[in-house]
C-alpha cells in the first residue's frame, strides 16, 4: 500500500479554531525534516494497522520566557510553545464486540510498550496516578475529551469510537518544558476529532487542566494554554485575571538573529514528594501574604479563582481600588504594593502559624483549617514578605518584557540587553526571594551567560528541572559546548549520548497545538 500523504492545507472550513488560521503562513508550519518524521508516523500506523489514520492531532511543549510562579497568584505569565510535540494518529474502527476499545502504540515501543483496553460505555475509564505508565497521559486525554462529549451530548447513549492509536512523542519526558501538558491536549483533541467533535481551544484548554490532575498534577493553567493557544514566531501573553484570555505577541527583528535554547538540569523534583515543601508552600504562603495584607489595610478579599481562593492580584486590585486608583498604569499600581509589601510584612525569618494567626485574629486551628489543608504543606516558617516581593516584581518584569518588545519594529542592541536583564533580574529573584532554584540551575545560568547568552534563568517550577536561555543564534555553538564540558560532562560522565541528545533543545516560539486530516 502507498504511503499515505499529509494533507498540509489546513481545512479552515471544518475546524477552524484548532487548524493553523489564514493569516498564518501554514506552509511554515511544517518544515521539510518535519515532514519526513510526519510520513514515517503515517507509513508505522499504515503497517502496524493494515489502514492509514484518519486524522493526525499534535500539541507541543512549552517553555516559560518569563513570569514564574505567578499564574496561581492570577498575574499574567509569557510563555510560548516550542518546535519539539506530541504527535498523535488515530482512525476510529468498528469495534469488535459490545464494547469499544483502544488500541495504542507507541513508535518508540521498547520504551514505551503498547496496549489494548476497553472503554466502559456508560462509565469513565480508571487511571491509577500511582502507577506509572506513559499511556497514563493518553488516558488522562481521553477521559477529558469523553466526559465532555458526554456533557455536549447530553445523552448517556453516547457511544465512544474504537480507536487506533500511534503516538510519535519528541519532548524529553520530565524535563521541565511539559512533555504532560503536549501529550494531554494532544490526545484529547485526537480522541474529540475521532469522534466527530471540532472542539474550540478554550474547552480543549478547559478540559485539559482539569484532565491533567488526573494524573495527579495540580495545574496551573500555563502550560496547556501555552501548548494549545500558541502561534509560530510570537510570545503568548497569558492573562488569568479578572478571566483568561491571551494576546500572541511578536518578537521583533533585530540585527541578530534571537533564539531561545532550552538546557535540563537533570535534577528532578519530584512535585507527588517535594511538593508540601515546595510547590504547594509556595502557594499557601502567596495566599497567606495576600490575606495579612488585606487585613492589615482593612480589606476583605472575595474568592476568586486561584487554587486556595486568595491570590495576590486580587489584593492588588482590591487595594488600588480602595485608593481609587485602578485607572493608574499596571505598573505604577505594582510599584505601589511593591512599597505597602516592604512597609508591612516582616523581614524577619518568616511568620510562624501563632504570628500569622495572631495578626489575622483567628486560631491556629482555624489558620490551619482555611489555608493549610487543602493539600499538605510541612514548614515552621512562612516567607510572606519574600515571596509576595518575588511575585509582585516577577509580574512587573512580566509587563516591561512585554513592553520592550511590543514597543519597536526592531529590537536594538539596548533593547537586547535590557529583556536579557529581565531575564537574569527573575533568576536572581528566584533564587533568594522564592528560593526555587538550585545550584546546578544557578551553575548552568553562569555558565551559559560567560558562553554568550544575554540572558540565563529557571523555567517552570524549579528546584531543578529546566533552564531557558536567550542568546543571538551565532551563539549557540559557544553555548551549547560550554555547557556540554562544563555542567554535563563534569557532572554526569557516564550519561548516554542519547540522554545527552535530549539536554538541549532549541527552539524559536512554535505554533500551537493542530489538527491535520490525512487524505
Ligand atoms: P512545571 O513544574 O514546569 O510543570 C509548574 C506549574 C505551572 C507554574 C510553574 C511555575 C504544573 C503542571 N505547572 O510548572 O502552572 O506554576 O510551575 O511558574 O504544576
Ligand atoms: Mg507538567
Request: glycine fraction near 6%; hydrophobic fraction near 40%.
Amino acid at each position: 500500500m502507498a504511503s499515505p500523504q499529509l494533507d498540509l492545507v489546513p481545512q479552515t472550513d471544518d475546524i477552524a479554531n484548532i487548524y493553523a488560521t489564514d493569516e498564518d503562513n501554514s506552509a511554515g508550519v511544517i518544515s521539510p525534516d518535519i515532514q519526513a518524521r510526519w510520513s514515517r508516523l503515517l507509513a508505522r500506523f499504515t503497517s502496524l494497522y493494515n489502514h492509514p489514520p484518519d486524522w493526525v492531532a499534535r500539541s507541543p511543549g512549552r517553555v516559560n520566557i518569563i513570569g514564574e510562579h505567578i499564574d496561581y497568584n492570577l498575574y499574567d505569565v509569557l510563555p510560548t510553545a516550542i518546535s519539539v510535540d506530541v504527535l498523535i494518529a488515530v482512525k476510529a474502527v468498528a469495534s469488535d464486540g459490545p464494547e469499544a476499545h483502544i488500541a495504542i502504540a507507541n513508535v518508540s515501543p521498547e520504551r514505551f510498550p503498547s496496549h489494548r483496553f476497553a472503554l466502559p460505555r456508560e462509565t469513565d475509564i480508571e487511571i491509577n496516578p500511582a502507577k506509572h505508565e506513559w499511556v497514563n497521559y493518553f488516558k488522562a486525554g481521553l477521559l477529558g475529551a469523553l466526559k465532555f462529549l458526554r456533557q455536549r451530548q447530553e445523552s448517556i447513549s453516547f457511544a465512544p469510537a474504537s480507536l487506533d492509536v500511534l503516538v510519535d512523542g519528541n519532548v524529553p519526558p520530565g524535563g521541565g518544558i511539559s512533555s504532560s501538558a503536549a501529550f494531554v491536549c494532544a490526545s484529547a483533541l485526537a480522541v474529540l476529532k475521532a469522534n466527530h467533535h471540532d472542539v474550540s481551544k478554550q474547552d480543549l484548554l478547559d478540559l485539559a487542566v482539569v484532565s491533567e490532575r488526573a494524573v495527579g498534577v495540580y495545574s496551573g493553567g500555563m502550560d496547556q494554554a501555552a501548548s494549545i493557544f500558541s502561534t509560530q514566531g510570537y510570545l503568548l501573553y497569558t492573562r488569568f485575571f479578572p478571566h483568561f484570555s491571551v494576546q500572541h505577541v511578536p518578537v521583533p527583528k533585530a540585527d541578530k538573529d534571537i533564539t531561545f535554547l532550552m538546557a535540563q538540569s537533570f535534577i528532578t523534583s519530584n512535585k507527588a514528594e517535594t511538593a508540601p515543601r515546595r510547590y504547594n508552600l509556595r502557594v499557601a504562603e502567596c495566599t497567606l501574604a495576600a490575606v495579612m495584607l488585606a487585613k492589615g489595610h482593612g480589606i476583605t478579599l472575595e474568592k476568586d479563582s486561584s487554587s486556595l481562593g486568595f491570590s495576590l492580584r486580587n489584593f492588588h486590585h482590591e487595594f488600588i481600588r480602595q485608593k481609587d486608583r485602578l485607572d493608574d498604569p499596571l505598573e505604577s499600581q505594582l510599584d505601589a504594593v511593591i512599597q505597602i509589601t516592604m512597609d508591612f510584612l516582616s523581614a524577619e525569618e518568616g511568620y510562624t502559624r501563632e504570628g500569622i494567626a495572631n495578626q489575622l485574629e483567628i486560631t491556629v486551628p482555624e489558620l490551619e483549617s482555611r489555608f493549610l489543608s487543602a493539600f499538605p504543606v510541612q514548614a515552621e516558617r512562612f516567607r510572606l514578605r519574600q515571596r509576595a516581593l518575588h511575585c509582585f516584581k516577577e509580574a512587573r518584569r512580566v509587563l516591561d518584557f512585554k513592553a520592550c518588545l511590543s514597543n519597536t519594529q526592531k529590537l536594538d542592541d539596548g533593547r537586547i540587553h535590557y529583556l536579557g536583564q529581565l531575564l537574569n533580574e527573575s533568576q536572581a529573584s528566584c533564587q533568594s526571594d522564592y528560593d526555587c532554584s538550585c545550584p546546578e540551575v544557578d551553575d548552568i545560568c553562569s555558565i551559559a551567560r560567560r558562553a554568550g547568552t544575554w540572558g540565563s534563568r529557571l523555567t517552570g517550577a524549579g528546584w531543578g528541572g529546566c533552564t531557558v536561555h536567550m542568546l543571538p543564534q551565532t551563539k549557540v555553538e559557544a553555548v551549547t559546548t560550554a555547557l556540554r564540558d562544563e555542567y554535563y560532562l563534569k557532572r554526569f560522565p557516564e550519561m548516554s549520548e542519547e540522554r545527552l541528545a535530549e539536554a538541549m533543545v532549541i527552539s524559536k516560539p512554535s505554533h500551537g497545538s493542530f489538527m491535520y486530516a490525512v487524505l
